[in-house]
């Protein structure tokens, strides 16, 4: 079994690229911590029309096909330092924040971790092991490009969510799945969620 990645999301637009990233890990017999912050549930509620209770996660509300999965789903309320991912000690393949507010960005980059979320990112900085930040804002400020420059220079990969056109799938799903990919990619996870430039899609195959 190998070790779990840690997955949170937050505030920003676009619950449905976190939704999806998890469904795809839980698909590839990947092992999650998932947590979830308060912000992010008045979004998930405007976006996907699904009310969370935070106290007590119901994973069938985003994922009603998937029970079968859930037992690699593990998920911990945003302010339980107790948990795992709050210490170095507890090994992980990495850390996405999906969607990544620029609040979190800001703590991420600063040091500032008030919430399970913000700690388990600084662990991972300090741990140096992979923290994957999912930004979704536009125009930037120019404290959030110094905080993604930041976050940059502690060790984070800043991956905002900004699909490409170029890979033949134009709908929703699949530019939702483009963004996926490439975090996966930045994990070393196999996946065949996206054609690769050199696969054809250069011709238009
Ligand atoms: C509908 C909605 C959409 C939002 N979209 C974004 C966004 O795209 N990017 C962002 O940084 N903040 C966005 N926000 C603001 C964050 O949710 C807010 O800054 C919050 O304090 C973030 O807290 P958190 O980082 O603890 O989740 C949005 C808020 C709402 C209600």
Known sequence: MSHPIVVAFTGGSGPGYGRRLVEVLLELQQPVHLTISP???KVIEHELDISIDLKS???ELFWPDKQALFSNLHYY????FMTPMASGSFLTRGMVICPCSGATLSAAAN???RNLIERAAEVHLKESRKLILVQRET???LPTIENMRKAKLAGAVILPAMPAW???DQS???LIDFVVARILDQLNIEHHLIKR???GIENGD
């Open 39 to 41: 912000a992010a549930t």
């Open 57 to 59: 996660f119901t994973p």
């Open 197 to 199: 430039w050199g696969e």
């Open 166 to 168: 170029y890979h033949g």
């Open 77 to 80: 309320h945003y302010q339980d």
């Open 172 to 174: 929703v799903t699949g």
């Open 111 to 113: 040091g500032n971790s």
């Open 139 to 141: 125009p930037l400020s």
